[in-house]
């Protein structure tokens, strides 16, 4: 409980300045069904191949998995980091990975990302 609280407070006072790379709208990750979603229900996922603190995921990679991005003036607090991409581009992390949405998913709770990659691709969990 206290658990999803924090994560909770913590996705109102990200509200404010995240947002994915394919859409500029304001995104915030929170729980939900045991999984990171970003404001519109999206599920959010971590890839294997990213080093503790560094994408990986660039160029096509990140078109088809767009990276959570921090605006400029965000703050990391506790599990939650800020990574700069090889772009310039900051992006939030959980514990250290990076987060990402997936183009293919397609409507709130889609989970079709999950293993892709030959299990490389993970959906992001609390």
Known sequence: ???S???????VVLAAGTAIAAEPTAMAPSAKNGM?????GMTLYTFDKDTPGKSVCNGPCA????PLLAADGAK????????????????????????YGWTKDTKPGDTTGD???????HVAKP
């Open 1 to 3: 409980m206290l658990k």
């Open 5 to 11: 609280f924090a994560v909770t407070a913590f996705a």
């Open 36 to 40: 990171f979603v970003d404001a519109k």
């Open 63 to 66: 078109t088809n998995w767009p």
């Open 76 to 99: 990391a607090s506790g599990s939650w980091s800020i990574v700069t991409r090889d772009d310039g581009h900051k992006q939030w992390a959980y514990k250290g990975k990076p987060l």
């Open 115 to 121: 293993g892709f990659l030959n299990g490389a691709w």
